[in-house]
Nanobody, 115 residues
Framework: QVQLVESGGGLVQPGGSLRLSCAAS????????MGWYRQAPGKERELVAS???????NYADSVKGRFTISRDNAKNTMYLQMNSLEPEDTAVYYC?????????WGQGTQVTVSS
């Protein structure tokens, strides 16, 4: 059973930073096209960043220049460094493959940006 466990969320003031982690079991992060997704209240889930097995990255326009996706192959873990956070970034953040697979959705980690 594939398990992706997100962590690192929290409450942060506008302009602050957080680093999210996605620890994977069963699947190898570096072998897969992986993504960070988020879902804000009342909105559909959206892809914010992705990284291919060749380490090519892509970002949604709304986070470009502020978020950085990366992975640690030895730890089989993917990260999302989020800087210059804005209230609009408030959401539950999830990791999954790209395209996503229903069976891989975890609990997510809540990010709240508020003063």
């Amino acid at each position: 059973q594939v398990q992706l466990v997100e962590s690192g969320g929290g409450l942060v003031q506008p302009g602050g930073s957080l680093r999210l982690s996605c620890a994977a079991s069963t699947i190898v992060v570096s072998f897969n096209h992986m993504g960070w997704y988020r879902q804000a209240p009342g909105k559909e889930r959206e892809l914010v960043a992705s990284i291919t097995s060749a380490s090519s990255t892509n970002y949604a326009d709304s986070v470009k220049g502020r978020f950085t996706i990366s992975r640690d192959n030895a730890k089989n873990t993917m990260y999302l460094q989020m800087n210059s956070l804005e209230p609009e970034d408030t959401a539950v953040y999830y990791c999954n493959t790209r395209p996503s697979r229903n069976a891989y959705w975890g609990q997510g980690t809540q990010v709240t940006v508020s003063s």
